[in-house]
């Protein structure tokens, strides 16, 4: 295993664990729900992880169901590329 792939399996517990964390800090006991979310919080912190990576996290990979013209327009080519690019993924279209 490389070092980038014990990282990244790494890095994926970490998530699971601050998510584990944040549903438990919505517990009803007010101890246990601080000590979570102090807990996810110093998770974050330490692996310089915002609440917006733990939430994206779950994103996959999507797939269209619309049928498009043979050829896509250069605009929604372009576009599409922009978002990739933004959210750091990687952006694909199949012929049929």
Not at 38 to 67: H, N
Request: aromatic letters at 4%; proline letters at 1%; glycine letters at 4%.
């Amino acid at each position: 295993m490389t070092d980038t792939q014990h990282d990244e399996s790494k890095l994926e517990r970490v998530i699971r664990k601050i998510k584990r964390c944040l549903a438990l800090s919505k517990s009803s006991n007010e101890n246990e729900a601080a000590a979570a979310m102090r807990q996810a919080q110093s998770l974050m912190r330490e692996y310089r992880l915002t609440e917006m990576d733990v939430r994206l996290s779950d994103v996959g990979e999507v797939e269209s169901e619309k049928v498009r013209a043979k050829r896509r327009p250069t605009w929604d080519r372009d576009l599409s590329a922009i978002v990739a690019q933004i959210f750091g993924v990687n952006g694909f279209s199949r012929k049929h």
